[in-house]
Nanobody, 126 residues
Framework: QVHVVESGGGSVQAGGSLRLSCAAS????????MGWFRQAPGKEREGVAV???????SYADSVKGRFTISQDNAKNTLYLQMNSLKSEDTAMYYC????????????????????WGQGTQVTVSS
């Protein structure tokens, strides 16, 4: 079993920055892909960014150049650095993990990930 717990959400003005963290525990050696999904009110969950065990990354077009996903394997922690935030980035952000390899964005679907965190809210005000 693998557990993931997010932290770092909050409220920020447009143009600001936030860094999300995701601490993984349990059988983390079995995980090959981790990432972030988000869901805004009234919208479907969408993949934001994923990173493979070899540090290959993939991003949604809407966040390319603004968000950076990274991982610290020694700490079993995943990060999402979010810069130049926009009001449309407002959503609940979920950390996800999979025993399979990443398909990339937009090909990664929610059902590809067996492990989900509880989510952390990001609110960007204009």
């Amino acid at each position: 079993q693998v557990h993931v717990v997010e932290s770092g959400g909050g409220s920020v003005q447009a143009g600001g920055s936030l860094r999300l963290s995701c601490a993984a525990s349990g059988y983390t050696h079995s995980i090959h892909c981790m990432g972030w999904f988000r869901q805004a009110p009234g919208k479907e969950r969408e993949g934001v960014a994923v990173i493979d065990s070899d540090n290959s990354t993939s991003y949604a077009d809407s966040v390319k150049g603004r968000f950076t996903i990274s991982q610290d394997n020694a700490k079993n922690t995943l990060y999402l650095q979010m810069n130049s935030l926009k009001s449309e980035d407002t959503a609940m952000y979920y950390c996800v993990a999979s025993r399979g390899y990443c398909y990339g964005i937009p090909f990664s679907a929610p059902e590809d990930f067996g492990y989900w965190g509880q989510g952390t809210q990001v609110t960007v005000s204009s």
